[in-house]
């Protein structure tokens, strides 16, 4: 079974950068479409960012776009964030997620992380 573990998050300043790092194991990692994920407190979960199977497509929702990049090694099984000019709006739980196959921006992911926490502060 896949299992996913985030690391990088932490307490940072507005327009400070940090480095979500999500490693995968249990299973063939070029094999699986990957996503990023955060939840604020009070609200819902919500898309932040995915990436194909060997990194070539990526999509990410425009409250990220331009500040944000995802990107994969799949010779270290491992998921990247990088996050630039972070904002308070920024701060939540991050969540990586994983689903099998070629599926391009996945709406369903088959298995998650437990979560980093990154807060922001003004």
């Known amino acids: 079974q896949v299992q996913l573990v985030e690391s990088g998050g932490g307490l940072v300043q507005a327009g400070d950068s940090l480095r979500l790092s999500c490693a995968f194991s249990?299973?063939?990692?070029?094999?699986?479409?990957m996503g990023w994920f955060r939840q604020a407190p009070g609200k819902e979960r919500e898309f932040v960012a995915s990436i194909s199977l060997r990194g070539r497509t990526t999509f990410y929702a425009d409250s990220v776009k331009g500040r944000f990049t995802i990107s994969r090694d799949n010779a270290k099984n491992t998921m990247y964030l990088e996050m630039n000019r972070l904002k308070p709006e920024d701060t939540a739980v991050y969540y990586c997620a994983a689903r099998a196959g070629a599926v391009v921006n996945p709406t369903r992911y088959d298995s998650w992380g437990q979560g980093t926490q990154v807060t922001v502060s003004s």
């Open positions: 249990g299973r063939t990692f070029s094999n699986y479409a």
